[in-house]
């Protein structure tokens, strides 16, 4: 009879090990999977803070583009506008590689959501409503417009 009653409370016992096991293996899943969330929210938002230095950094250039674009239209000498035009072109690609783009506009209809108008322009060829001179360039880092292209819009 003391052999009855000890089988009972064995089987019991198994069933609390495995009970209480596979509470723990339950428990330590759901702590691989909050890590692994955790790991996923931290790269995140470390791209995050690259991306925005990246565009805080590449939004400080662009005055820096623009006078070399004003320098390179008002250089008499041949070879130092081919020099410098290769530096202008060398640090555009380089801001390209890191997110810039920079907007095509002349020729284009005119876009309120990338162009800043600031007045019309009449015989110049193009479409009414169309960009027929670009003031300055308009830059767009991934998919945000870090500055719209200032323009003149075709007239009649």
């Not at 019991?12 to 330590?28: F, G, M, P, W, Y």
């Not at 803070?49 to 590449?58: H, N, P, Q």
């Not at 662009?62 to 041949?78: F, I, K, M, T, W």
């Not at 640090?91 to 002349?106: M, R, T, W, Y």
């Amino acid at each position: 009879m003391s052999q009855d009653k000890q089988k009972p409370s064995v089987q019991s016992d198994t069933n609390t090990l495995h009970q209480a096991l596979e509470e723990e293996k339950n428990r330590h899943l759901r702590t691989l999977a909050d890590f692994d969330n955790y790991r996923k929210r931290v790269e995140r938002e470390a791209r995050g803070y690259a991306d925005r230095g990246k565009k805080e950094l590449t939004a400080g250039m662009l005055p820096v583009l623009d006078n070399l674009e004003r320098a390179l239209a008002q250089l008499p000498d041949e070879r130092t506008r081919q020099g410098l035009a290769m530096v202008y072109r060398q640090l555009v690609d380089a801001l390209e590689k890191h997110g810039l783009e920079q907007l095509e506009s002349l020729g284009l209809p005119f876009n309120p959501e990338e162009h800043e108008g600031i007045g019309y322009v009449s015989g110049t060829g193009y479409p009414l409503g169309h960009v027929a001179e670009e003031m300055r360039r308009g830059y767009r880092f991934g998919k945000e417009l870090l500055r719209p292209a200032t323009v003149r819009v075709a007239a009649r």
